[in-house]
T-cell receptor, first 116, second 113 residues
Framework: AQSVTQPDIHITVSEGASLELRCNYSYGATPYLFWYVQSPGQGLQLLLKYFSGDTLVQGIKGFEAEFKRSQSSFNLRKPSVHWSDAAEYFCAVGPVMDMGRRALTFGSGTRLQVQP | DAGVTQSPTHLIKTRGQQVTLRCSPKSGHDTVSWYQQALGQGPQFIFQYYEEEERQRGNFPDRFSGHQFPNYSSELNVNALLLGDSALYLC????????????FGPGTRLTVT
């Protein structure tokens, strides 16, 4: 069965500092990979996605993520964090095969706190 | 272009009651999925509807059921509510079963007392 691990439950960074959120997955083959952000009381907003090709993908709000097949990882990065980035971040995987079954499997999330 | 909408925003129910949550997909989308997000957890897949049929189901009991209407909107029904059903219920839609990218609604916060 597929699973997603986000080892860091809570991360605090200073505004302007760089950020890296970790995500590791367990899957039978390379899945589709996603990062979502959730502000308090809100739904999920897609930050970026990896389907194939270039392993470094760019997303919205200045975020990027790098897919590393050898490490089964898809870490999210941002060079300079803004106070508005404080939120919960979720990594998710979805199946490449079986087009009728597209359920996403999510990690448990990383809460990002930004200090002024 | 309206995104995914859900109603109601918040709901309080008592143990043993039944609840119905509603979802309207993003314009042009015909596939709807429901997820349950317990406090402090990531979303968990409940089921997916396409062409008014349940196409995939997660590890949830039969108390959780759904429906999709001809206009692609969907309902999630939960019977015999338990305290553990308290969660944020998220609806997601996409364009076609084969499409992978999903768009999420703001969710319905259900509290069971």
């Amino acid at each position: 069965a597929q699973s997603v691990t986000q080892p860091d439950i809570h991360i605090t960074v200073s505004e302007g500092a760089s950020l890296e959120l970790r995500c590791n997955y367990s899957y039978g083959a390379t899945p589709y990979l996603f990062w979502y952000v959730q502000s308090p009381g809100q739904g999920l907003q897609l930050l970026l996605k990896y389907f194939s090709g270039d392993t470094l993908v760019q997303g919205i709000k200045g975020f990027e993520a790098e897919f590393k097949r050898s490490q089964s990882s898809f870490n999210l990065r941002k060079p300079s964090v803004h106070w508005s980035d404080a939120a919960e971040y979720f990594c998710a995987v979805g199946p490449v095969m079986d087009m009728g079954r597209r359920a996403l499997t999510f990690g448990s999330g990383t809460r990002l706190q930004v200090q002024p | 272009d309206a995104g995914v909408t859900q109603s109601p925003t918040h709901l309080i129910k008592t143990r043993g009651q039944q609840v119905t949550l509603r979802c309207s997909p993003k314009s042009g989308h015909d596939t709807v999925s429901w997820y349950q997000q317990a406090l402090g957890q990531g979303p968990q897949f409940i089921f997916q509807y396409y062409e008014e049929e349940e196409r995939q189901r997660g590890n949830f009991p039969d108390r959780f059921s759904g429906h999709q209407f001809p206009n692609y909107s969907s309902e999630l029904n939960v019977n015999a509510l338990l305290l553990g059903d308290s969660a944020l219920y998220l609806c997601a839609s996409r364009q076609g079963q084969g499409h992978i990218e999903q768009y999420f609604g703001p969710g319905t916060r259900l509290t069971v007392t």
